[in-house]
């Protein structure tokens, strides 16, 4: 079975500054990570997935993730953030094969500061 | 145009109705799913169809019962609605290889809040 981990449940963090949001999974097969984005009174949007070849991952809105195979971890980072990512954060994976089933993570809050 | 949508917005009724859920997807997907987000935001994944086929059923009460008259449309019906069901339904929808896993991208559509009284 996965599982997934988001340690932090809010992140408040002030505008321009860099921030990173965790996300550590559980897997005894291979998988593919996403970053999904929930902005208030809204639906998950993709931000970014993981799929395979270079383990660093960009999102057209200036996020970027890493892959790291040993450390089983998947952190989203901002070198610099605005208002309008004040938004709820999901890390899910997914197996490779065999299922279509996304497990998420609790999510994160981040709440950007003017 | 809106890819996935979901109706009603808000459902607001009282213990032991019955009430439904639509959903709609214009994407062209096979797969379909329903979500349930809870009061703390977790998302858990209660059921999914693929080209009308019921592919995934979490341990959910039988009280829910989806059903997809297409593959571009998944209804959730919910029967004797119990406190504990309040919560954000969320549909979804993905084109899912026939190899299984799931590397595409999932649409969500905007939520149901059910709120029971």
């Known amino acids: 079975a996965q599982s997934v981990t988001q340690l932090d449940s809010q992140v408040p963090v002030f505008e321009e500054a860099p921030v990173e949001l965790r996300c550590n999974y559980s897997?005894?097969?291979?998988?593919?990570l996403f970053w999904y984005v929930q902005y208030p009174n809204q639906g998950l949007q993709l931000l970014l997935k993981y799929l395979s070849g270079s383990t660093l991952v960009e999102s057209i809105n200036g996020f970027e993730a890493e892959f790291n195979k040993s450390q089983t971890s998947f952190h989203l980072r901002k070198p610099s953030v605005h208002i309008s990512d004040t938004a709820e954060y999901f890390c899910a994976v997914s197996r490779t094969s065999g299922t279509y089933k996304y497990i998420f993570g609790t999510g994160t809050r981040l709440k950007v500061l003017a | 145009d809106t890819a996935v949508s979901q109706t009603p917005k808000y459902l607001v009724t009282q213990m032991g109705n019955d009430k439904s859920i639509k959903c709609e997807q214009n994407?062209?997907?096979?797969?379909m799913y329903w979500y349930k987000q809870d009061s703390k935001k977790f998302l858990k994944i209660m059921f999914s169809?693929?080209?009308?086929?019921?592919?995934i059923n979490e341990t959910v009460p039988n009280r829910f019962s989806p059903k997809s008259p297409d593959k571009a449309h998944l209804n959730l019906h919910i029967n004797s609605l119990e406190l504990g069901d309040s919560a954000v339904y969320f549909c979804?929808?993905?084109?899912?290889?026939?190899?299984?896993?799931?590397?595409?991208?999932?649409?969500f559509g905007p939520g149901t809040r059910l709120t029971v009284l």
């Open positions: 994407l062209g997907h096979d797969t």
């Open positions: 979804a929808s993905s084109q899912v290889r026939s190899s299984g896993g799931s590397t595409d991208t999932q649409y």
């Open positions: 169809y693929n080209n009308k086929e019921l592919i």
């Open positions: 897997s005894s097969v291979s998988v593919y």
